[in-house]
């Protein structure tokens, strides 16, 4: 067997002149960059800078606007009639405040005066606070007379209702401190939300207090000097700060949500210093062979820089797939994230081979002892040399097997139920115990569905019948329950009416129990009136229009992404084998990371050592993002390995020795930006939000699984069984635009 080649040749090989004078013809886009860059360093820098200020600013002018933000199908509908005659997608958010008796005690309403006073002290702390209560009823006592109930709800902006139920929040707690033998509580939508975005606030700082440490210390592994490791975490840095201030200017015409910043950050972090560490490493290991710094720089731009492109456009478009979807929720998140990789891949493109020009040599200063030398000249990896090479003298063995792990691992996945938590606020947060007391206390019903009607007639006889008629219809024993209730909304431009559904909320008895009254009883009732027209909303038809929804648009979305990333690697390997070996392993990969998610959070495993509470399903929106991310993410492996592979054979490389030299002169960096990833997406399982807990372990897994056996065992078996077909490109697809790199070795004919 033959030793793995070096991926450069020596200038004075005559390979090596060839290479160069094919690049003289026309040298790629990225190496023109690189090019640029380096002569004009400080133009590329400052412009950085300014446009990193520039966005800076425009994110701040817009950042307190926002689109509202729809679900999906006939909620959608009628949240959108509601917005536009109100003013809000749906009514005010309603808060309770519990009063009791604390360790159980035994005084009641009846018996009890610092009850009835306490209850009267909080009605009269609320009303006066009229920008933060409305609506207040008399305390409500439950049948044991343990406990009293005082409703109210938040007026003005829902978007702000986080922030207005702050001065009741204090209200109550004053009282609370009044009356330490008595429990006086509050819980709502609007103090969940709020909790919510607390929450939010302070996992992305310690997301960012841990993840750049954890980072830094990786990468000073990595490089073994602190100014080369500290050039990635930069470049991530003000990739994340850049996307997040577009988000901002983006919600002027588009739903932004929470979700967005979450994915713009995990997502930043991660493809940031990937990609700096892939084009860093290659520039220090072509130095350290003994070129000058803008011969390494154009090396490394011609060949890691044109791998970014690749991977960075890769996950563009996958990412872009979520487009597809038509759900509004998903608007945010893959502009967001288109927005962080194309920053990234710019930075990586203009200003990081400005910074290494400008620096040179200076880059390996701050050397930690022991580790600088070694890491600067990095070797091809013995450990993975042998198992490439063991995997390509039986690829069939070891692709076989290696498939069927994969696929016993991926099986989970196939038996997901999508579904949100009741609350996803942290684990023992006081307003999850508040809510569970007063559920406790005052058993409720799942919210109702909300009718909304509008028309002409509103308030006419044939619309008063059609009310009576679905009033009928409410049994206890039926898909619909007592009390339906009809208000006039808008100065009686519309109705609202509160069909109360059968089941807990969520699983198939209330969702049968929806489908009935928009399919059989609607029809038959308000159906019959002419000029009335109506959309069903609310938490149960919220949920199962998006899961619907999702469920009819995920094959078109894996349809869309497959073949236009089967397309971008066609041209940039020019073969079709490469690609489809690509995506068939990409879906693997992805599959495994799913059934990971499945066993772990579906199931309610590790519920201690991940600190959440399982509810029996996956929050709807993350498989379907975490497939398009991980798709496009997965190639960045694949193009950083397979374009090593193809230098080799570029130069006359024999397959299998392309193969093996390929994936043991790439292990280091691949092994290096595998591991940080693994880390910052693990820094988000430990995080308090479940949505976020689910992405960072179900990324991690992904993450951890390609770098390891796809790129160890399936992807040298598939290579190795395709043999020179891996490199096939029908005559009438040559016209194709792509570099045109002959591929030629013993057995192959040139092209």
Do not use: C
């Not at 710019?346 to 620096?359: E, F, R």
């Not at 024993?477 to 059968?502: D, F, H, Q, S």
């Amino acid at each position: 067997m033959r030793q793995p080649q070096s991926s450069v040749l020596p200038e004075t090989d005559p390979g090596y002149q060839d290479y160069r004078h094919r690049r003289s013809r026309g040298a790629p886009f990225a190496e023109r960059m690189a090019g640029w860059s380096a002569r004009h360093r400080r133009t590329a820098v400052l412009g950085w800078l300014i446009l990193v200020a520039v966005v800076f600013a425009a994110g701040q002018a817009f950042a307190t606007k926002s689109v509202p933000q729809y679900d999906a199908g006939q909620s959608g509908q009628a949240e959108r009639t509601l917005h536009r005659l109100i003013g809000t997608n749906s009514s005010p958010p309603a808060e309770n405040v519990l009063i009791q008796a604390r360790f159980g005690g035994s005084a009641t309403w009846s018996s009890d005066p610092l009850m009835r006073q306490a209850a009267r002290q909080v009605t009269e702390a609320l009303a006066a606070l009229p920008r933060s209560a409305a609506g207040i009823r008399p305390p409500a006592v439950s049948g044991d007379g343990r406990s009293a109930l005082v409703t109210f709800t938040i007026p003005g902006d829902p978007a702000s209702e986080d922030t207005a139920v702050a001065p009741a929040l204090r209200a109550v707690a004053a009282i609370q401190a009044r009356y330490p033998r008595l429990t006086v509580t509050e819980a709502g939508d609007a103090s969940v939300d709020r909790t919510i975005s607390q929450s939010l606030s302070q996992d992305f700082r310690r997301a960012g207090e841990t993840s750049i440490p954890v980072t830094l210390i990786l990468l000073l592994l990595v490089f073994g000097a602190l100014i080369a490791a500290g050039i990635p975490v930069l470049l991530a840095l003000t990739a994340v700060f850049v996307a997040l201030s577009l988000l901002h200017v983006i919600g002027e015409w588009l739903p932004v949500g929470q979700s967005a910043s979450q994915v713009v950050l995990i997502i930043g972090m991660a493809v940031g210093v990937d990609y700096s560490l892939f084009y860093l490493r290659r520039e220090r290991e072509e130095r350290a062979k003994g070129r000058t710094t803008a011969e390494a720089l154009r090396i490394a731009a011609g060949t890691s820089g044109r791998a970014i492109v690749v991977s960075g456009l890769t996950v563009m478009i996958a990412v872009a797939g979520l487009f597809f979807t038509g759900l509004s929720l998903f608007d945010g998140m893959a502009l967001g994230s288109i927005a962080v990789v194309g920053v990234a891949v710019v930075g990586s493109l203009t200003v990081l081979p400005a910074l290494l020009s400008w620096l040179g040599p200076r880059a390996d200063r701050g050397r930690i002892p022991f580790l600088g030398r070694r890491r600067a000249a990095a070797r091809p990896s013995k450990v993975w040399g042998v198992l490439a090479r063991r995997v390509v003298r039986h690829p069939l063995a070891w692709g076989s097997v290696t498939v069927i792990a994969l696929l016993a691992l991926a099986a989970p996945a196939a038996g997901m139920r999508l579904g949100y938590p009741a609350i996803d606020a942290p684990k023992n947060a006081p307003v999850l115990t508040a809510a569970d007391a007063i559920q406790r206390a005052f058993p409720q019903a799942p919210a109702p569905a909300e009718v909304v009607v509008t028309g002409t007639g509103l308030t006419g006889p044939a619309v008063g019948r059609a009310i009576a008629a679905l009033q009928g219809r409410a049994a206890a024993g039926g898909p619909v329950r007592e009390p339906v209730v009809a208000t006039p909304i808008a100065g009686g431009r519309a109705l609202t009416i509160m069909v109360p559904l059968a089941g807990t909320g969520a699983g198939t008895v209330s969702d049968h129990a929806l489908v009935t009254l928009r399919s059989q009883i609607l029809p038959a009732t308000l159906g019959k009136v002419p000029g009335v027209s109506y959309a069903v909303t609310g938490d149960t038809a919220g949920v199962y229009d998006l899961t619907t929804q999702l469920h009819s648009r995920t094959p078109i979305v894996v349809a869309v992404v497959a073949a236009l990333a089967f397309v971008l690697l066609m041209i940039a390997f020019r073969s079709v084998t490469i690609p489809l070996a690509s995506i068939l392993l990409n879906l693997l990969s992805v599959g495994a990371a799913l059934g990971v998610i499945t066993l772990i959070f579906q199931d309610g495993r590790l519920q201690g050592a991940l600190g959440y509470t399982g509810y029996g399903g996956i929050i709807p929106w993350e498989p379907l993002f975490m497939f398009v991310f991980l798709f496009g993410m997965s190639m960045d492996y694949h193009v950083f390995i397979l374009s090593r592979i193809r230098e080799l054979r570029a130069r006359g490389t024999a397959h299998t020795d392309a193969i093996t030299g390929g994936i043991a002169t790439s292990a280091g960096v691949v092994t290096s930006a595998a591991l940080i990833m693994v880390a910052v997406f693990s820094v988000f399982a430990t995080l308090s939000l479940i949505d976020l807990k689910i992405l960072g372990v179900g990324m991690a897994a992904a993450i951890l699984i390609d770098a390891t056996v796809v790129r160890g065992i399936l992807l040298p078996a598939a290579l190795a069984l395709l043999g020179d077909r891996s490199w096939y490109l029908p005559r009438w697809l040559r016209w194709l635009p792509g570099r045109r790199t002959p591929v030629t070795g013993p057995g192959t004919h040139r092209r």
